[in-house]
């Protein structure tokens, strides 16, 4: 698959109070944030054997799980900086062309979370961000 074709990236990000904090936790306000990365490939279809491959057009390589603590300024908007949510996009595989909108909902998710009364008097605030990434050909040389 070509990298400027679109595909169906998905990218969500919530408040998990039930999510496992690490029993050491930091002293100021923080982020605890689990990522949950699912890498998808196209299948490249044979020609001559396109019908033993018609119901099977992409691989699920895995799930992977990384964990992040991240500063919580408490501010109105950037509790999340651009920049740090692009470096653990990085860290997890996602290619830079594919995480200005994971980036984008990331980041408001982080600011509501950030600012709900409901978290207030929280000095950790538990995040999950599920993605599902559908690889390029650059996927597996770089983070492109």
């Known amino acids: 698959m070509d990298c400027s074709e679109p595909v169906d990236d998905y990218c969500e990000a919530w408040q998990a109070d039930n999510l496992k904090v690490p029993e050491k936790i930091p002293s100021t306000?923080?982020?605890?944030?689990?990522?949950?990365?699912?890498?998808?490939y196209p299948l490249i279809m044979d020609?001559?054997?396109?019908?033993?491959?018609?119901?099977?057009?992409?691989?699920?390589?895995?799930?992977?799980?990384?964990?992040?603590?991240?500063?919580?300024?408490?501010?109105?908007?950037?509790?999340?900086?651009?920049?740090?949510?692009?470096?653990?996009?990085?860290?997890?595989?996602?290619?830079?062309?594919?995480?200005?909108?994971?980036?984008?909902?990331?980041?408001?998710?982080?600011?509501e979370i950030a600012n709900a009364d409901y978290n207030k008097d929280k000095k950790v605030l538990p995040m999950i961000v599920s993605i599902s990434v559908v690889a390029c050909f650059c996927y597996d040389t770089a983070v492109c």
Do not use: Y
């Not at 944030?33 to 890498?39: D, K, L, N, T, V």
């Not at 799930?63 to 500063?71: C, G, N, R």
């Not at 919580?72 to 908007?77: F, G, M, Q, T, Y």
């Not at 740090?84 to 990085?90: C, E």
């Open 47 to 111: 020609i001559n054997h396109e019908e033993e491959a018609e119901e099977e057009f992409v691989r699920v390589e895995g799930t992977d799980i990384l964990a992040f603590w991240e500063p919580c300024p408490r501010i109105e908007h950037e509790n999340l900086p651009r920049g740090k949510i692009s470096s653990m996009l990085s860290k997890a595989g996602v290619p830079l062309h594919k995480q200005e909108f994971m980036v984008d909902r990331i980041s408001g998710r982080a600011d």
């Open 29 to 40: 306000d923080h982020f605890f944030i689990a990522f949950q990365i699912e890498r998808t």
